[in-house]
T-cell receptor
Framework: DQQVKQNSPSLSVQEGRISILNCDYT??????FLWYKKYPAEGPTFLIS?????DKNEDGRFTVFLNKSAKHLSLHIVPSQPGDSAVYFC????????????FGSGTRLQVQP | DAGITQSPRHKVTETGTPVTLRCHQT?????MYWYRQDPGHGLRLIHY???????DKGEVSDGYSVSRSKTEDFLLTLESATSSQTSVYFC?????????????FGQGTRLTVV
């Protein structure tokens, strides 16, 4: 039973265009959401996060949108750059108990020069 | 970068042998986690620790045990390795502050069980 789902295994965009990565979750107890970026042979690195009390958080080229009613979040990268090519994981957590992250299966983003 | 070191980085072992992976942190974070990454599954939680000698199971804990005798070290042991435990293992640490559960990950250990 996957509580966090990334339904697109891969995405290809042109350099300079917008990349939109999507994530859905089923557990309404999740109250904190994160995006991680992962290059091959490296550990995931934190990219951006959003609390459930907000609907948008922006950091430079990266913006995360949260739609609680739809249990959906998305990551927008504008403009996309070739160095953004990586696997992106959506993650969610609850502010109680073990506070561990529950991850989606990832989306591989390829930015074409 | 958060100070997390995993060792070894690569290991090949035979079915049935015990294996221990080590995670060492220099951040004094309270929470430590072990995840495994497999194609199509993302990262799945094996075990976690919320303090010295305080550990608990995650979603895929069967066949694994952990120990945390010091704040900085979190060990993952495969009691008798099986081919299904071939995976990439990541350690993560978190201060797990209220309203912020951001975790920092190590470089990973690629384990192959033959």
């Amino acid at each position: 039973d996957q509580q966090v789902k990334q339904n697109s295994p891969s995405l290809s965009v042109q350099e300079g265009r917008i990349s939109i990565l999507n994530c859905d979750y089923t557990n309404s107890m999740f109250d904190y959401f994160l995006w991680y970026k992962k290059y091959p042979a490296e550990g995931p690195t934190f990219l951006i996060s959003i609390s459930s009390i907000k609907d948008k958080n922006e950091d430079g080229r990266f913006t995360v949108f949260l739609n609680k009613s739809a249990k959906h979040l998305s990551l927008h990268i504008v403009p996309s750059q070739p160095g953004d090519s990586a696997v992106y994981f959506c993650a969610a957590s609850m502010d109680t108990g073990r506070r561990a992250l529950t991850f989606g299966s990832g989306t591989r983003l390829q930015v074409q020069p | 970068d958060a100070g997390i070191t995993q060792s070894p980085r690569h290991k090949v072992t035979e079915t049935g042998t015990p294996v221990t992976l080590r995670c060492h942190q220099t951040e004094n974070h309270r929470y430590m986690y072990w995840y495994r990454q497999d194609p199509g599954h993302g990262l799945r939680l094996i075990h976690y620790s919320y303090g010295v000698k305080d550990t608990d199971k995650g979603e895929v804990s069967d066949g694994y045990s952990v120990s945390r005798s010091k704040t900085e070290d979190f060990l993952l042991t495969l009691e008798s390795a099986t081919s299904s435990q071939t995976s990439v293992y990541f350690c993560a640490i978190s201060a797990a502050r209220v309203g912020n559960t951001e975790a920092f990950f190590g470089q990973g250990t690629r384990l192959t069980v033959v």
